[in-house]
């Protein structure tokens, strides 16, 4: 099964941004959907963000308007560009394709000042 590298997170103020990515060595990268999942110290994961092969999006309501999704199938990454950080948006973030279970060692975003 396909599986990611997520990269990008770190330390950011409140009202920070920050871009993560995520990439695999896969083929057939293009025909999947990929989805950026969350998930904070004490709490379940969490959908952010999908994205399909042909670029069509969603967000969870609590992202919505400052974060966005998008893929750059050549390069076999999807990105999770993410503005006006809240405290409540710390947490270890993680992408995957969509149905499967294969989940990547994920990235950290604290956001704290």
């Known amino acids: 099964q396909m599986q990611f590298v997520e990269s990008g997170g770190g330390l950011v103020q409140p009202g920070g941004s920050l871009r993560l990515s995520c990439t695999t060595s896969?083929?057939?990268?293009?025909?999947?959907?990929i989805d950026w999942y969350r998930q904070a110290p004490g709490l379940q994961r969490e959908l952010v963000a999908g994205?399909?092969?042909?670029?069509?999006?969603n967000y969870a309501d609590s992202v919505k308007g400052r974060f966005t999704i998008s893929r750059d199938n050549a390069k076999n990454t999807v990105y999770l560009q993410m503005n006006s950080l809240k405290p409540e948006d710390t947490a270890a973030y993680y992408c995957?394709?969509?149905?499967?279970?294969?989940w990547g060692q994920g990235t950290q975003v604290t956001v704290s000042s």
């Open positions: 994205i399909t092969g042909l670029g069509n999006t």
């Open positions: 995957k394709v969509r149905g499967t279970s294969t």
């Open positions: 896969g083929t057939m990268f293009r025909i999947f959907v």
